[in-house]
T-cell receptor, first 114, second 111 residues
Framework: DGGITQSPKYLFRKEGQNVTLSCEQNLNHDAMYWYRQDPGQGLRLIYY???????QKGDIAEGYSVSREKKESFPLTVTSAQKNPTAFYLCASSKPRGMNTEAFFGQGTRLTVV | RKEVEQDPGPFNVPEGATVAFNCTYS??????FFWYRQDCRKEPKLLMS???SGNEDGRFTAQLNRASQYISLLIRDSKLSDSATYLC????????????FGTGTSLTVIP
């Protein structure tokens, strides 16, 4: 079955540590996205990538980094520079162009700083 | 001004009721429109795309008014399983097909 896989589902990080969240898709989608969701709030865009080896900052990129070395993979690193990293992180993918091209989401990674 | 605005609710309705959610978007260049459903602590899932002519899927009807930049979702004969948060989403190609999410409207269907 095609889909998006995020891992791990739950992640605990000590203050000052970098952690990397995995996102893999086998939908053959060119575009991939990372969002952050805080309790009771909407999704905020961290980074997005329209094509391999290219990515753009979203609205809240500070303290995060990404890479897009393969079409299938778009890992997100939460660095120690991110002051409030505890949140629900969602990865999504879509076809890059065209009308009514929806976003498909992974099951999310819940990150907690301890 | 936010790209997408929704009434956060919560909406608490009895089983069998009809409930309507509204959403407005700020950028007239928006081209694609969607309603997503998000269950507690889960990822959003596409409920339905919204077409200019309006569209229906079973108990769900979506409408788009481009002139007013307004999207609606109507749920008829509410079921307990409809309890969730409903997200209004728009996208446009001039920003690389980014998606813009409303904060969501919470629905609880009461027995």
């Amino acid at each position: 079955d095609g889909g998006i896989t995020q891992s791990p589902k739950y992640l605990f990080r000590k203050e000052g540590q970098n952690v990397t969240l995995s996102c893999e898709q086998n939908l053959n989608h060119d575009a991939m996205y990372w969002y952050r969701q805080d309790p009771g709030q909407g999704l905020r865009l961290i980074y997005y990538s329209q094509i391999v080896n290219d990515f753009q900052k979203g609205d809240i990129a500070e303290g995060y980094s990404v890479s897009r070395e393969k079409k299938e993979s778009f890992p997100l690193t939460v660095t120690s520079a991110q002051k409030n990293p505890t949140a629900f992180y969602l990865c999504a993918s879509s076809k890059p162009r065209g009308m009514n091209t929806e976003a498909f989401f992974g099951q999310g990674t819940r990150l907690t700083v301890v | 001004r936010k790209e997408v605005e929704q009434d956060p609710g919560p909406f608490n309705v009895p089983e069998g009721a009809t409930v309507a959610f509204n959403c407005t978007y700020s950028n007239s260049a928006s081209q694609s429109f969607f309603w997503y459903r998000q269950d507690c602590r889960k990822e959003p899932k596409l409920l339905m795309s919204v077409y200019s002519s309006g569209n229906e899927d079973g108990r769900f009807t979506a409408q788009l008014n481009r002139a007013s930049q307004y999207i609606s979702l109507l749920i008829r004969d509410s079921k307990l399983s409809d309890s969730a948060t409903y997200l209004c989403v728009v996208s446009r190609q001039n920003t690389g097909n980014q998606f813009y999410f409303g904060t969501g409207t919470s629905l609880t269907v009461i027995p």
